[in-house]
């Protein structure tokens, strides 16, 4: 029987759904809804508000994460409101939810011998592509069991996410804070989704204490830049929700609402980009202990105790370089490009908008709205980035026109599209045609150029990875034409 935790901290027992007062739930979303809207209209008619009114919606924004802010769960990704809906959607063969899962039955991710390969350091290579391999498996099992309703899918995703709790240590080499955060943006949204649906689970409190000892230490104060930067925030975030770590939460919003003017450019911003410089105003470790930060169970260290003297983040470039010199010197710069369109490859930029969108859809989960204040810059990268790995010609005023394509297209988009189209009302016809072209329509297998029919034939890309990529998973069975009214 699958039922819902309300609360999970305190001695607050679950209730099942039908106890979560479903009809409050509905009007406090289409409140939000109807907000959003109103504040993307705004954005619109008025694209160069002044930097302090900015500023002045994140400090609204922020402030209401206090020591008494309330968790919703599950709250990552989906509420079980919304995975219920996919699930009847499934069972009455509605597409595009159908062959969706029908995609994801068919992955390695989904086999019931599928084994952890954990360790107890994970550094760069095996260890690394690994952890993050089983965190993704974790987290199809989980949806399986809820879409299944097999068992042996829930125990399958415990068994992977236990395995791991019980043996990590540390993350070393090169990736030391990259790693755990990509792993944890979907092992956090497996253990959410058992932990709430599953009771016979029991691993939950060791997973909690792995993310505090041995994951946000590693994330935290990080001064990370471009898909790094949005990675960090989106595990940060996804933790905080699983370990009702408000600090945690706050740290993953804080930099995202910072640095989302400095990455994404549009025309407003001016002649050029706005310099990052997030970490000025980054919460104290103070501030962070005032929000509890680490301290969900008695006798737990502090993670920001445990994070200090870690250091080799990006803080060199990012304090030293320009504008010009963080973006590769373009020679000129094009509303809905990124420092990394051009200074580094398509495929690093995508990862960027896909950690980002991931905060805020968590945030969404949450009761907070952070998507409003970024939907003028994110619906303008979106429809700038579907031309482009659409065929469409590319503007030599930056870079030449020539753009590095880099390890594949990223199967994203559908999160951002169905939030910022069908729930606030943004034409993103681009970002429409690229989803039921290429993103739709991509299967099991790897492709290479030339890419077959229903492919476009222009398509822009080195590769088309199978949909299972890594941290990008499930989008369109999860969000795919979700209705949030």
Same mark, same amino acid.
């Given at each position: 029987m699958?039922?819902?935790g309300?609360?999970?901290r305190k001695?607050r027992t679950?209730?099942?759904?039908t106890m979560?007062?479903p009809?409050?739930i509905d009007?406090v &979303?289409?409140?939000m809804?109807?907000?959003?809207r109103?504040?993307?209209?705004?954005a @619109?008619?008025?694209t160069a508000?002044?930097?302090?009114l900015?500023?002045?919606?994140?400090?609204?924004?922020?402030?209401r994460i206090t020591?008494s802010f309330e968790?919703?769960h599950?709250?990552?990704?989906n509420?079980?409101a919304e995975?219920?809906?996919i699930?009847t959607k499934i069972?009455?063969?509605e597409?595009?939810w159908k062959s969706?899962f029908?995609?994801m039955?068919?992955?390695?991710?989904a086999r019931r011998?599928y084994?952890?390969?954990?360790?107890?350091? @994970?550094?760069?290579?095996?260890?690394e592509?690994?952890? =993050?391999?089983d965190a993704v498996?974790a987290?199809?099992q989980?949806?399986?069991w809820?879409?299944?309703?097999?068992?042996? +899918?829930?125990?399958?995703a415990g068994? $992977?996410?236990?395995s791991?709790s019980g043996?990590l240590t540390?993350y070393?080499?090169?990736?030391?804070?990259l790693?755990?955060?990509?792993t944890?943006a979907?092992? *956090?949204? *497996?253990a959410e989704?058992?932990?709430?649906? /599953?009771?016979?689970?029991?691993?939950?409190?060791?997973?909690?204490k792995?993310f505090?000892?041995?994951f946000?230490?590693?994330l935290h104060?990080r001064?990370?830049?471009?898909n790094?930067?949005f990675a960090?925030?989106n595990?940060?975030?996804?933790i905080g929700?699983?370990?009702?770590?408000r600090?945690?939460?706050?740290?993953g $919003?804080? +930099?995202?609402l910072?640095y989302?003017?400095?990455?994404?450019?549009v025309?407003?911003?001016?002649p050029?980009?706005?310099?990052?410089d997030y970490?000025?105003?980054?919460p104290?470790d103070e501030f962070l202990?005032h929000l509890?930060a680490?301290?969900?169970?008695?006798?737990?260290?502090s993670? @920001?105790?445990?994070?200090?003297?870690?250091?080799g983040d990006?803080?060199t470039?990012?304090?030293?370089d320009?504008?010009?010199?963080?973006?590769k +010197?373009p020679?000129?710069?094009?509303?809905?490009?990124t420092?990394e369109t051009?200074?580094?490859?398509?495929a690093h930029?995508?990862?960027?908008f896909l950690?980002a969108?991931? @905060?805020?859809?968590?945030?969404?989960?949450q009761?907070?709205d952070i998507?409003s204040i970024?939907?003028?810059r994110?619906s303008?990268f979106?429809?700038t980035?579907?031309?482009i &790995?659409?065929?469409e010609?590319i503007?030599?005023?930056?870079y030449g026109?020539v753009l590095?394509?880099?390890n594949?297209?990223?199967p994203? /988009?559908?999160?951002? /599209?169905n939030?910022?189209?069908?729930?606030?009302?943004i034409?993103l016809?681009?970002?429409?045609?690229?989803i039921?072209t290429? $993103?739709?329509?991509?299967?099991?297998?790897r =492709?290479e150029?030339p890419?077959p029919?229903?492919f476009?034939?222009?398509l822009?890309?080195? &590769?088309?990875?199978?949909q299972?990529?890594?941290?990008?998973n499930?989008?369109t069975?999860t969000h795919g034409d979700l209705?949030r009214h």
């Amino acid at each position: 029987m699958i039922t819902i935790g309300h609360s999970l901290r305190k001695g607050r027992t679950s209730m099942p759904p039908t106890m979560c007062r479903p009809r409050r739930i509905d009007r406090v &979303r289409q409140t939000m809804i109807m907000i959003a809207r109103a504040a993307v209209a705004a954005a @619109v008619l008025f694209t160069a508000p002044a930097n302090h009114l900015y500023a002045d919606e994140s400090d609204t924004i922020l402030a209401r994460i206090t020591p008494s802010f309330e968790f919703r769960h599950p709250g990552g990704l989906n509420t079980l409101a919304e995975l219920k809906k996919i699930h009847t959607k499934i069972l009455a063969s509605e597409e595009p939810w159908k062959s969706s899962f029908d995609k994801m039955l068919a992955s390695p991710y989904a086999r019931r011998d599928y084994m952890a390969r954990a360790v107890s350091v @994970v550094s760069k290579g095996a260890t690394e592509a690994n952890a =993050i391999r089983d965190a993704v498996a974790a987290y199809t099992q989980a949806l399986l069991w809820l879409f299944t309703e097999d068992e042996w +899918h829930a125990q399958k995703a415990g068994e $992977i996410i236990d395995s791991w709790s019980g043996t990590l240590t540390s993350y070393e080499g090169l990736n030391w804070y990259l790693d755990p955060a990509w792993t944890a943006a979907p092992l *956090a949204e *497996a253990a959410e989704i058992l932990r709430a649906t /599953y009771p016979k689970w029991t691993g939950a409190e060791r997973l909690s204490k792995l993310f505090n000892d041995v994951f946000l230490p590693n994330l935290h104060g990080r001064m990370a830049f471009g898909n790094r930067e949005f990675a960090v925030s989106n595990a940060m975030v996804a933790i905080g929700v699983f370990n009702e770590d408000r600090a945690a939460f706050y740290e993953g $919003i804080h +930099h995202w609402l910072r640095y989302i003017p400095s990455y994404f450019y549009v025309a407003s911003d001016g002649p050029e980009p706005k310099q990052a410089d997030y970490w000025l105003s980054s919460p104290s470790d103070e501030f962070l202990l005032h929000l509890d930060a680490g301290h969900p169970q008695v006798g737990w260290a502090s993670w @920001v105790e445990l994070a200090k003297g870690r250091k080799g983040d990006d803080k060199t470039g990012l304090t030293k370089d320009t504008v010009d010199e963080l973006w590769k +010197h373009p020679g000129a710069y094009l509303p809905g490009y990124t420092p990394e369109t051009g200074g580094r490859d398509l495929a690093h930029t995508e990862n960027a908008f896909l950690s980002a969108v991931n @905060v805020a859809e968590i945030a969404w989960n949450q009761g907070i709205d952070i998507y409003s204040i970024g939907a003028p810059r994110l619906s303008v990268f979106m429809e700038t980035m579907a031309s482009i &790995r659409l065929g469409e010609p590319i503007s030599p005023a930056a870079y030449g026109g020539v753009l590095n394509l880099g390890n594949g297209l990223t199967p994203t /988009y559908e999160i951002a /599209y169905n939030h910022l189209h069908n729930t606030m009302g943004i034409s993103l016809p681009k970002t429409h045609q690229l989803i039921e072209t290429v $993103i739709r329509q991509m299967g099991p297998a790897r =492709i290479e150029p030339p890419f077959p029919a229903p492919f476009p034939a222009s398509l822009r890309a080195n &590769r088309i990875w199978e949909q299972a990529g890594w941290t990008a998973n499930w989008e369109t069975l999860t969000h795919g034409d979700l209705d949030r009214h």
